[in-house]
């Protein structure tokens, strides 16, 4: 029957569009044009009107319209709705506005065309909030509320609204308002099926119904919603007790709606009791009433479609017009082009005269200027290369300022820590050594930011063992690994050459950060290393290098800070320290291979570090320069020269030897360890660079002229790429980098005390 009723109701419509196709000229004969009609019924007003005359027709006009759409007849409303608007407006008169924005936007949703409705609502309560207007703002959210609640998707939005609502309803203390509010939220809330907040809203509804004097269609439709808050309760009988009331509210009245609703209840409820036979009697009668429905659906679509045709019809009929007015004013001006035409062309040649004119006295005052700018610049970039320059004397200075004392204090500390008599102060001499060394790494990372920066980073290629290289910085994290109670794996996949050319000390700098990041940030987790090789040719191999933790995880929003400078992402508990160097320094020196960092987080999962590097294969003869193994006891009883004019310095470096049984002599200056190689038979030389008297380099170069085997290393606070060259032309075999690790330390000695690599493990910090 439903399937039916609303075929017929769609034959309608279509024969309804063809019949207004086929006769064009009914009800919008231009000389009877319906805006026309409908300004007949109102007060004239003209151009000229005031505000009162404007005033007085908006009134007569919104009274027209409320009978008209009463009457539903919408089409006059919405052909007169753009002019009517912009009356309404022109009063500045708020309730006006919002009385004309109402019938507009009503008639909109009769038609079904809620789109355009909910923008009027939506700009009278943008207006209504400006103007905090309490009783146009209820207004305009109820009418907005409505559009919402017969939208699919939109119940939460609507019940939002009408809770907003109902406080602004309480505040005018509008019965009425209170009324229709709290039915619609207990309506909302069944159909959402939230019986507990339906039954608050019920017994408002209840209380507001009451004061009201009970009107039927409100007590009716007020009775309906407390038998669906029933049917959720799961109270079919006492749900069915409201419907029945409800029924008998309605029959014989104009309320068909809440009639199809109390039986539509009743029916569920029976269904709910399995009352198989009264579902069946009830159905037969909601049956007829559901035709009448769809019967009376059916003839609002054809109206609304009707509506919708006399409208668009009118839109076009006053385009029309437009257009031959403008075709009228296009053919009297048409006279006058060629005139014009002429007149144009000469103000054209002037103008061109003037512009040319013009153009030529700027040049002048460009290339003038251009002039000074390029002095200006050539003056700021001598500045810029003089400030370089400046930058890096500093950075040098700094670094040997700060690392000569640093030398002092890590050597101290660690020959004191090695001492059984100080067990008892052992975990102040650990605190002394980290601050130191935490100091230390700092001064580091600004140097390493600095020459990165700078493009003063040497590109320096050797053989290397990918094996040993990851293993060795591993090694290195053993402290702070059994301190947080961590696990470090490493894995090297089958199939990846171990024996690589490049720049092992970028590398392990790349790797050092990452992994100290990870040991930083994690607790009774683990770290994994993995490298594997993504390509090969036939001298190259992509490897792929992943770190990934186990720690507390980085925000999403916040990956992308990570490899800013002095960026420390904040955790929860303040433990962690740092200068926010490190990343920066990683991706910077990943670039600088020509590689590729990326980074995967999530909170309480880890942290994943993936970087790409192509890398040099080692050649089968270059395989063979790989170091043997090295042996501290090959320093016992070994002769050193230690040249050094810090006494704090003499101190550290002669007690780190002694200990391994070296015998140790000590010069003041330059001068000195000149007199002492000359006169005893020394088997190595560990030579200051900046002391008085005679510096390091002085010292080197005098020797070389009477002892050109004897092994010369450089102990050095500045930074080994300022001084490399000078080094290395003196005539010193090696470079240590003060502050130094012990370990490091011997074997460098060690390896320039071996004839075959006394020229390996450069660079050593």
Not at 103 to 120: E, Q, S
Not at 331 to 353: D, P, S, T, W
Not at 543 to 571: C, H, M
Request: hydrophobic share 40%; glycine share 4%; net charge positive.
């Amino acid at each position: 029957m439903k399937f039916l009723t609303k075929t017929l109701g769609l034959v309608a419509c279509f024969v309804c569009l063809y019949s207004y196709s086929q006769n064009e000229n009914v009800d919008f004969d231009l000389n009877q044009s319906p805006l026309t009609s409908i300004t007949s019924k109102l007060p004239k007003i003209s151009k000229d009107s005031t505000k009162v005359e404007i005033k007085t027709h908006v009134e007569a006009m919104l009274e027209w319209m409320t009978q008209e759409h009463y009457k539903s007849n919408y089409a006059p409303i919405l052909i007169y709705a753009e002019k009517g608007l912009s009356l309404a407006e022109k009063s500045a008169n708020t309730n006006h506005i919002h009385d004309v924005r109402t019938v507009i936007g009503n008639t909109l949703i009769r038609i079904k065309d809620t789109v355009n409705a909910k923008k009027l609502f939506l700009k009278t309560l943008e207006q209504a909030n400006k103007t905090n207007d309490s009783s146009l703002i209820l207004k305009a959210k109820g009418n907005l509320a409505n559009i919402y609640y017969y939208t699919e998707g939109y119940k939460g939005k609507t019940i939002k609204i009408y809770l907003e609502s109902v406080e602004i309803a309480a505040q005018l203390k509008d019965t009425t308002k209170l009324f229709v509010l709290h039915h619609n939220l207990t309506r909302a809330f069944n159909e959402t099926q939230q019986p507990e907040r339906s039954a608050y809203h019920l017994k408002k509804t209840e209380l507001y119904l009451n004061l009201l004097n009970n009107p039927p269609h409100y007590k009716a439709s007020h009775i309906h919603n407390k038998g669906r808050m029933l049917l959720l309760l799961n109270k079919p009988k006492e749900a069915i007790k409201s419907f029945k009331e409800t029924i008998a509210i309605c029959d014989n009245t104009e309320f068909r709606d809440a009639l199809i609703e109390g039986y539509t209840g009743y029916k569920e409820a029976l269904e709910m009791q399995k009352d198989y036979k009264g579902v069946y009697d009830i159905s037969k009668k909601l049956e007829v009433y559901e035709a009448e429905k769809d019967e009376g659906e059916a003839k609002s679509i054809i109206e609304s479609v009707s509506t919708k045709l006399k409208v668009e019809r009118f839109k076009d009929q006053i385009k029309s017009k437009e257009l031959e007015k403008q075709l009228l004013i296009e053919q009297a001006e048409r006279k006058n082009i060629l005139l014009l035409l002429f007149l144009g062309i000469g103000v054209f040649l002037m103008l061109i005269l003037a512009i040319t004119y013009v153009a030529h006295k700027r040049r002048r005052i460009l290339v003038k200027d251009l002039r000074i700018k390029n002095k200006q610049y050539l003056i700021a970039k001598k500045e810029s290369e003089e400030f370089t320059k400046t930058k890096t004397k500093f950075f040098a200075t700094v670094s040997h300022e700060l690392r000569t004392p640093l030398y002092g204090v890590i050597g101290l500390s660690s020959i004191l820590l090695e001492d059984n008599d100080l067990k008892k102060h052992e975990k102040d001499l650990k605190s002394l050594k980290f601050s130191a060394n935490y100091l230390l790494a700092l001064i580091n990372d600004l140097l390493h930011i600095n020459k990165i920066d700078n493009n003063s980073f040497t590109d320096e290629t050797i053989v290397f063992n990918l094996e040993e290289l990851t293993a060795t910085i591993v090694s290195s994290f053993e402290y702070i690994r059994l301190q947080h109670q961590n696990t470090i794996e490493v894995h090297i996949e089958k199939n990846t050459p171990i024996l690589l050319k490049g720049n092992s000390v970028r590398l392990s700098q790349i790797l050092m950060n990452l992994i100290g990041n990870a040991c930083k940030f994690t607790e009774k987790g683990s770290i994994d290393v993995n490298i594997e090789m993504l390509e090969q040719s036939d001298q190259t191999a992509k490897l792929q290098f992943t770190i990934k933790d186990t720690g507390p995880g980085i925000e999403q929003s916040k990956l992308k800070q990570v490899f800013n400078e002095f960026t420390q992402i904040e955790s929860s508990s303040r433990t962690y320290q740092g200068t926010g160097l490190g990343l920066p320094i990683v991706k910077k020196l990943v670039e600088q291979a020509k590689g590729t960092i990326s980074v995967n987080s999530k909170i309480g999962e880890g942290t994943v570090f993936y970087f790409h590097l192509d890398i040099l294969v080692a050649s089968d003869a270059e395989k063979q320069v790989i170091s043997p193994i090295l042996d501290c006891k090959q320093l016992e009883k070994k002769h050193i020269l230690i040249v050094e004019d810090n006494r704090i310095n003499q101190t550290v470096t002669k007690r780190i030897l002694e200990n391994s049984d070296v015998i140790c002599d000590i010069a003041q200056n330059g001068e000195e360890a000149v007199a002492l190689v000359k006169k005893y038979a020394f088997d190595l030389v560990l030579m200051d660079i900046n002391m008085p008297v005679k510096n390091g380099i002085e010292a080197t170069k005098e020797i070389r002229t009477f002892n050109k085997f004897i092994p010369i290393i450089a102990l050095t606070a500045v930074e080994i790429e300022e001084q490399k060259h000078k080094i290395y032309d003196s005539g010193m075999n090696d470079i240590i980098l003060k502050p130094y690790d012990v370990d490091q330390f011997k074997k460098t000695i060690i390896a320039n005390l071996t004839p075959k690599h006394e020229s390996e493990l450069r660079k050593l910090a």
